[in-house]
């Protein structure tokens, strides 16, 4: 079955059974130790995970490592430009849930990212990045424990699809032809657009299926989440771009409100139902007016549109959720892109699940990341209905790697992220503990060690997963 690896002689396979692992006390599970800082990362982080594992369940349970191949490490093994060679997706495929290390992409030419291939492959469509506070860590924001978010990005379409023709290109000229010539003067709203004959053309899908069985992950996730966390915010820029950005928006309050019907209440429903409670006589006009500030100036169509909907809000859902059970709901809201990056700076605790298409949530899993630690304190999930592949936010930041220097804490928290995922929560919980208190203790690599004041002598990678295990306790 395998070319050039072989699976462990002990432990056995994670399955799957509507969607969520079942997960046998010896799991084996693949693991890709990554390019760059991933030499440095991977050992520390197993290192971390299996002394977890052992405390937690006196030997009762213990992952069984499979060592699988990708990168510049599979192209050592298997010839060159064996990137991600059968061997790896065969295993990753076979034991369901999986981990990595950062694999590089080359800017502009040569192959295409070797970690979106992963997600693409084994349709991995929820990039889960929760960016929470650990007390101590050195962060550029006066108040980053205020941030608990969670950013769900959608990870196979947009421009993860990677649909792109160079410019120049036979392929990509004739394509500009026929949208100047034929397909543009056909939509009359496109008016006298045309595209400069010496573009490069990326096409940015955006599914209706893709949106909701992402917003649909998110909702389930915030159902799991304490009550004052319990919401879901739609990240687009539909402003702009109104049928892939807005439609996203759009179909994922479609998903809300007929799935999850009794479980969610909209923004604009609440103020709707708290405007009749603080007025149980309230006119529908005056609501109306209360949740759309700009209505005297609007249209009479777009006023009876507005009229209308605070009719339909109050006849379908005053029974279920009036009276303040709205407050007892999943809170879903939605924001622009440009304006979440300032608010979760300057209002972060009125954020929980931040649900995005994928490029918005590239730069916001980044960005929020920066808020609690950096991406050294930024792990990750990519997750399936039959699979999920656990990894950083973070690259491979070539110019730490092989120092032995480098943070491995997001690789190590995507490491809880699965054995959350796993169930394991005891040992989850161990590597939390410990890492909590190496960085209340002073005790970090060089990334938080500059942030600190009055500073503090940087640990090794190493060093920092020693510090980890000590602190379990
Ligand atoms: N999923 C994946 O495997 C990903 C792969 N990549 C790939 O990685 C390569 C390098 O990308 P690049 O843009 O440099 O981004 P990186 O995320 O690799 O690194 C950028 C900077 O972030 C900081 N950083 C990154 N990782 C850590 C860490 N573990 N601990 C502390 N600080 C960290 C470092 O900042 P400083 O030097 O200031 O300390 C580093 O120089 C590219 O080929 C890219 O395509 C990128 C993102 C995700
Ligand atoms: O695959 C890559 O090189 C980049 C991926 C990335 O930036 C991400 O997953 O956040
Ligand atoms: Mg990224």
């Known amino acids: 079955m395998y070319d050039k690896i072989t699976p462990p002689t002990t432990g056995e396979k994670i ?22 800082t991933g030499i440095d990362i991977w050992p520390a982080t197993e290192k971390v995970l299996d002394a977890a594992v052992a405390k937690a369940y006196n030997g009762k349970r213990k992952i069984s490592w499979f060592k699988v191949y990708a990168g510049d490490e599979a192209c050592d093994l298997y010839g060159t430009y064996q990137y991600l060679p059968q061997d790896t997706l065969t295993a990753i495929k076979e034991y369901g849930v ?44 006066k108040n980053p424990e205020k941030l608990d978010v969670i950013v769900y990005r959608e990870n196979t379409e947009d421009i993860y699809l990677g649909i792109e023709w160079k410019q120049g290109s036979e392929i990509g000229d004739r394509l500009i032809s026929i949208l100047n010539n034929e397909l543009i003067p056909a939509t009359p709203e496109h008016g006298k ?13 955006i599914s209706k299926s893709g949106s909701q069985r992402l917003v649909r992950r998110a909702i389930k996730h915030a159902l799991q989440l304490p ?17 892939t950005e807005g439609a996203f928006r759009d179909w994922g309050y479609e998903l809300a409100t007929s799935e999850f019907r009794n479980e969610t209440v909209t923004e604009r429903e609440s103020w709707i139902l708290g405007n009749k ?25 777009k006023k009876a549109q507005i009229v209308q909907e ?41 954020y929980s699940i931040l649900a995005t ?55 190590i928290l995507s490491g809880v992220m699965m054995l959350e995922y796993m169930g394991w929560q005891e040992a989850a919980d161990l590597i939390k503990k410990g890492l909590g208190a190496a960085i209340a203790n002073g005790e970090v690599t060089y990334d938080l060690a500059r942030l600190i004041e009055p500073p503090v002598e940087p640990l090794k990678c190493s060093e920092f997963a020693e510090a980890i295990i000590k602190h379990f306790g």
């Open 310 to 350: 605070v009719e339909t809000v109050l006849n379908s859902i005053w029974t279920s959720h009036g009276d303040g059970k709205w407050k007892e709901k999943i809170m879903v809201n939605d924001r622009i892109a440009d304006s979440i990056f300032q608010q979760i700076q300057t209002r972060p605790d009125e």
């Open 15 to 36: 399955t799957f059974k509507n969607g969520e692992p079942v997960v046998p006390d010896n799991p084996i599970i693949p693991f890709i130790r990554g390019d760059g």
């Open 98 to 141: 999986a981990i990595k290390g950062p694999l590089t992409t080359p800017v502009g030419g040569g192959i295409r990212s070797l970690n979106v291939a992963l997600r693409q492959i084994f349709d991995l469509y929820a990039c889960v990045r929760p960016c929470r506070y650990y007390a101590g860590t050195p962060s550029p924001h």
């Open 277 to 301: 409670e603080k007025n149980p006589n309230i006119s529908l006009e005056e609501n109306a007016r209360m949740i759309d500030p700009g209505f005297d100036a609007l249209t009479p169509e």
């Open 357 to 411: 298409m994928n490029l918005n949530g590239d730069y916001l899993s980044d960005a929020a990341a920066a808020i609690v630690g950096g991406l050294g304190m930024g792990p990750g999930a990519n997750i399936g209905d039959s699979c999920a592949v656990f990894e950083a936010t973070h690259g491979t930041a070539p110019k730490h790697a092989g120092l032995d220097k480098i943070n491995p804490g997001s690789v």
């Open 227 to 243: 009550k004052a966390k319990q919401q879901v915010t739609l990240v687009h820029k539909g402003n702009i771009m109104k049928y």
């Open 193 to 205: 657009k045309q595209i400069p004959l010496d573009a490069g053309i990326g096409i940015k899908p």
